[in-house]
T-cell receptor, first 115, second 113 residues
Framework: NAGVTQTPKFRVLKTGQSMTLLCAQD?????MYWYRQDPGMGLRLIHY???????AKGEVPDGYNVSRLKKQNFLLGLESAAPSQTSVYFCASSYEAGSYTDTQYFGPGTRLTVL | DQQVKQNSPSLSVQEGRISILNCDYTNSMFDYFLWYKKYPAEGPTFLISISSIKDKNEDGRFTVFLNKSAKHLSLHIVPSQPGDSAVYFCAASESNNFNKFYFGSGTKLNVKP
């Protein structure tokens, strides 16, 4: 099993450009998440999905859109990139989110720089 | 305002000694807590968790302690090994909203041989 994979690993964008980050998991997990990590701060939840065809806003959703057309994939889109979106983006998945024994499995991250 | 705080950005410990990483939270509704470990260029990996019905949970060299009245948890690593050198994040959630985890900013642990 590859676990959670993210594409691309690195990207540099100019202000105003758009891009899509792809997250894929092969663990048949229902729940998927997108986080961003900035220096001196913890991971902050951008959007999440509780199943195929569903999405919901997290803590910092502005400037991002997501889609979950297939259970194994969760896409994060930036329509018009801004320098404030320079960050490391992590995708995660979990089997369920209603159990004290559940945990999230993370991808390796995408480092995005917006100039 | 961060609801989960790790006030020590870094910690250096000698191999074989105890490492103690601390985490404070402000939301009294949090009742599930986790620690993650992160190596450079990798995603965080789950280490250990604790629910609020317990005040201690052990897994090998790793023990998490929870003090609900102080809104404080700590991770003890005994004995510390050089391979434990990593960034450690604590995270917290409410049991009625497991979808949302709130993470601390991390503590970078360096275990010296």
């Amino acid at each position: 099993n590859a676990g959670v994979t993210q594409t691309p690993k690195f990207r540099v964008l100019k202000t105003g450009q758009s891009m899509t980050l792809l997250c894929a998991q092969d663990m048949n997990h229902e729940y998927m998440y997108w986080y961003r990590q900035d220096p001196g701060m913890g991971l902050r939840l951008i959007h999440y999905s509780v199943g195929e065809g569903t999405t919901a806003k997290g803590e910092v959703p502005d400037g991002y859109n997501v889609s979950r057309l297939k259970k194994q994939n969760f896409l994060l889109g930036l329509e018009s990139a801004a320098p404030s979106q320079t960050s490391v983006y992590f995708c995660a998945s979990s089997y369920e989110a209603g159990s004290y024994t559940d945990t999230q499995y993370f991808g390796p991250g995408t480092r995005l720089t917006v100039l | 305002d961060q609801q989960v705080k790790q006030n020590s950005p870094s910690l250096s410990v000698q191999e074989g000694r105890i490492s103690i990483l601390n985490c404070d939270y402000t939301n009294s509704m949090f009742d599930y807590f986790l620690w993650y470990k992160k190596y450079p260029a990798e995603g965080p990996t789950f280490l250990i968790s604790i629910s609020s019905i317990k005040d201690k949970n052990e897994d090998g060299r790793f023990t998490v302690f929870l003090n609900k009245s102080a809104k404080h948890l700590s991770l003890h690593i005994v004995p510390s090994q050089p391979g434990d050198s990593a960034v450690y994040f604590c995270a917290a959630s409410e049991s009625n909203n497991f979808n949302k985890f709130y993470f601390g900013s991390g503590t970078k642990l360096n275990v010296k041989p």
